[in-house]
């Protein structure tokens, strides 16, 4: 049974998310802010997060930013606005969509069960690999060990800043389109656009300081990583 962490301040939302949760057969737990939120997940592991922005104490931004230096838990984030910013910056965290209120409860447990779906598959394939790591002069990509390490120190990397190079690596000196980055990264069913991409390319030739060149803009078509 999969467990999920539904955080938001407005108590007619959590209920009833929580109630369509356990009808579709999750185990639900429940956090009224984004501090209540960590404490939870420093006790207990989630398959997913469904976290609200706009929360007293701790938003969920920042909520999210102190899960994920202990865990690394897929998240869906929920916000009664509707702006790019708020939408890119979150993807910039690393959650992995976005849903604008007013929404179902339908729609918000299609989304995760996505994004749980997909993140199990990620660890599987993981798993029945043997371990793969592989060296570009001082960079150090650990797949298995989900590690990337800059002249022997380990990166400070959103989780998927990790899945975007990861996937660069493995499809080296092929020539990606951003469409099919966003298929393949993101999912088929993401709502985000080419910008998106070239957000998290940036934050990632940030990540990898010297070496952020083994990460080839293709003008008029996409990336590529090339040593």
């Given at each position: 049974m999969h467990r999920i962490l539904i955080v938001d301040d407005e108590d007619a939302i959590r209920k009833g998310l929580k109630e369509y949760a356990q009808f579709m057969g999750y185990e639900v737990e429940e956090a009224c802010d984004g501090m209540e939120a960590v404490k939870i997940c420093r006790q207990q592991d989630f398959d997913a997060i469904v976290m609200d922005i706009m929360m007293p104490k701790l938003d969920g931004f920042g909520a999210?930013?102190?899960i994920q230096?202990?865990?690394?838990?897929?998240?869906?984030?929920?916000?009664?606005?509707?702006?790019?910013?708020?939408?890119?910056?979150?993807?910039?965290l690393g959650i992995d969509d976005y849903v604008v209120k007013p929404f179902s409860a339908r729609e918000v447990m299609a989304r995760l069960n996505v994004i749980i779906t997909r993140n199990e598959h990620q660890i599987q394939e993981?798993?029945?690999?043997?371990?793969?790591?592989?060296?570009?002069?001082?960079?150090?990509?650990?797949?298995?060990?989900r590690n990337v390490k800059i002249d022997g120190n380990k990166a400070e990397?959103?989780?998927?800043e990790y899945e975007?190079?990861?996937?660069?690596?493995?499809?080296?000196?092929i020539a990606l389109s951003r469409e099919k980055l966003l298929t393949d990264v993101w999912g088929f069913d993401f709502y985000g656009d080419d910008r998106t991409v070239d957000t998290h390319i940036k934050m990632?030739?940030?990540?990898?300081?010297?070496?952020?060149?083994?990460?080839?803009?293709?003008?008029?078509?996409?990336?590529?990583f090339e040593v």
């Open positions: 999210c930013k102190e230096k202990q865990k690394d838990i897929p998240v869906l984030m929920l916000s009664a606005r509707g702006e790019e910013y708020d939408k890119l910056y979150g993807f910039e993981a798993s029945d690999k043997g371990r793969e790591i592989y060296r570009f002069d001082g960079l150090e990509v650990d797949f298995d060990g990397m959103t989780p998927k975007l190079l990861f996937y660069l690596v493995k499809n080296r000196g990632l030739r940030m990540s990898i300081g010297r070496y952020r060149d083994f990460i080839v803009t293709m003008r008029g078509v996409g990336y590529k």
